[in-house]
């Protein structure tokens, strides 16, 4: 059983081959009601497939709209999803996280080029 | 102040004076959702209620401007109000008192909460429900009419010969 349960863990560990950078932000109420922003960053290996055609599809009709996707597995639980991910040169919003059994798999929609890597106000 | 400026003054007086009465409910800007926050999701922020989000829109100016003079500006300022009870059969009526008193202060003279920011000139409003997630969410809404005199933010050199209509005439 304990073979099984950690079988998704082991198989991530084997393809994290590349190097991504969480985003997050800490977020401070002010007085205008806008928060004041302090950013943090961890860099981990992960696996980065991009999604194919027919995953895209199949999300579409799940009423998760992505394009330019990819799918970023994690051999560890992330205690906190983050506000973005960068991978190479390019920002991803997290669109769904499965967190399980030791592994983490976002799906990811490419944000458009220019954005800043914390999400401002939110 | 421009209107954005004169929109966040407004957020922040009603801020302040709720935080000096104790009443924990923050005025959040535009686009903040504490409701559906994706990044907050796992940090256990359960207690997002009640909160108050503003708006402001249909923004008219007029259409001649000078430094001298500001911009003489009217837009709609709007607070919505979203609380949560524990179950959707109870009186829910003190839930609202954050609201009654956000509003009673926008509208008190003699508090006069938004003085050299903008002018309320009317104000209209209604109350509905909805439900997130399993859960009721009572909401209010009320929409004030404001007047403000907006700062003039573009620089324009003003001609040499503008300054006295005499030198405008001279033929030379």
Same mark, same amino acid.
């Given at each position: 059983m304990g073979v099984t349960r950690n079988l998704a863990c082991f198989a991530t560990n084997r393809t994290a081959g590349y190097l991504i950078t969480l985003n997050y932000s800490t977020k401070v109420l002010q007085d205008d009601g806008s928060y004041a922003l302090t950013p943090s960053t961890v860099n981990l290996m992960a696996d980065v497939v991009d999604l194919s055609e027919d995953q895209i599809q199949r999300l579409q009709e799940g009423g998760i709209t992505v394009n330019n996707g990819i799918s970023i597995s994690i051999p560890s639980e992330l205690p906190k999803i983050p506000d973005t991910i960068t991978f190479g040169q390019d920002t991803y919003t997290i669109m769904q996280d499965v967190i399980s059994e030791n592994t983490t798999v976002l799906t990811c929609s490419r944000k458009p080029l220019?954005?800043?890597p914390v999400e401002s106000g939110a | 102040m421009n209107v954005t400026e004169k929109y966040y003054a407004i957020n922040t007086a009603l801020n302040v004076y709720l935080k000096s009465k104790s009443i924990t409910c923050p005025v959040l800007k535009y686009s903040v959702d504490p409701a559906s926050a994706k990044a907050d999701k +796992? @940090? &256990?922020? &359960? &207690? +997002?209620?009640?909160y108050m989000q503003s708006y402001f829109s249909n923004i008219k100016e007029t259409s001649w401007t000078s430094e001298l003079n500001g911009i003489y500006t009217t837009f709609d300022y709007q607070i919505s109000f979203f609380t949560a009870p524990d *179950?959707?059969? *109870? $009186? @829910?009526? +003190?839930?609202?008192y954050p609201f009654e008193v956000a509003k009673n202060a926008m509208g008190d003279v003699q508090l006069n909460l938004l003085a050299g920011i903008a002018s309320i000139m009317r104000k209209k409003g209604h109350y509905e429900s909805s439900m997130k997630s399993g859960q009721l969410v009572p909401a209010a809404f009320i929409i004030y009419s404001m007047s403000a005199i907006c700062s003039y933010e573009a620089i324009v050199p003003v001609p040499a &010969?503008? *300054? $006295?209509? @005499?030198n405008a005439i001279v033929i030379n």
């Open positions: 220019g954005t800043s | +796992k @940090d &256990n922020v &359960n &207690n +997002k209620y009640p *179950t959707e059969y *109870t $009186n @829910d009526a +003190k839930l609202f &010969n503008a *300054t $006295n209509i @005499d």
